[in-house]
């Protein structure tokens, strides 16, 4: 379980393909702080650190996350946010995000706000009754509030702080994000097709 608050950027330096997994070798601040089995969200993917090294730590994708996520475009040199997982003993400053992506999304549109910027990200149709107006959603692991909702697009704000610290400032038109939808509206919404 994660909170959606980014703790470090971290660097792709390699990619290997296993048939159909991908493993990634990812130098970052913490890679040193990790160890082997703990659960790291790259992204917004929760991925089991494989080996710890020197500044580096390394993960596998099986073909199903990378069908759904858009770890199939990393390659060496792309950026992507870390966070460890949330200890049950502090605070949750974002909110429950389980690491498991639903789908990804484009970004269509990106606008300088005067001291912060939106994005505006499309999405399957299919979602739309996951996402609910100022409801949180997570956005490449980052935990963001939607605005401007329609039955395929969102709009998400972004202040300095977490464009300086996230990956977000290298977001452009046409890029492909990881989208994870609030876990309780997905129960709530089995629910009520049970029904």
Not at 9 to 38: A, C, F, M, W
Request: proline fraction near 2%; charged fraction near 20%.
């Amino acid at each position: 379980m994660f909170t959606g608050i980014i703790e470090a950027l971290g660097t792709v330096e390699s990619v290997e393909s296993r048939g159909t997994n991908r493993t990634y070798r990812i130098n970052s601040p913490i890679s040193h702080e990790l160890k082997t089995d703990q659960s790291v969200s790259h992204n917004g993917v929760c991925l089991t650190v494989e080996t710890v090294g020197t500044g580096w730590h390394s993960v596998t994708a099986i073909d199903e996350t990378l069908r759904k996520t858009n770890l199939n475009s990393w390659a060496p040199g792309t950026v992507v946010n870390l966070e460890r997982c949330l200890q049950m003993n502090g605070r949750l400053d974002g909110h429950m995000v389980q690491g498991h992506v639903d789908t990804t999304g484009t970004c269509v549109a990106i606008s300088e706000k005067d001291g912060s910027r939106e994005f505006v990200i499309r999405f399957p149709e299919a979602f739309a009754a996951l996402i609910i107006e100022k409801g949180s959603i997570s956005l490449n692991g980052i935990s963001l509030t939607v605005f401007n909702v329609s039955r395929c697009e969102f709009t998400v704000a972004i202040i300095p702080y977490t464009l300086e610290h996230t990956n977000m400032k290298n977001l452009r038109t046409g890029d492909t994000v990881n989208l994870e939808f609030d876990v309780v509206g997905k129960y709530i919404q089995r629910s009520l097709s049970l029904k």
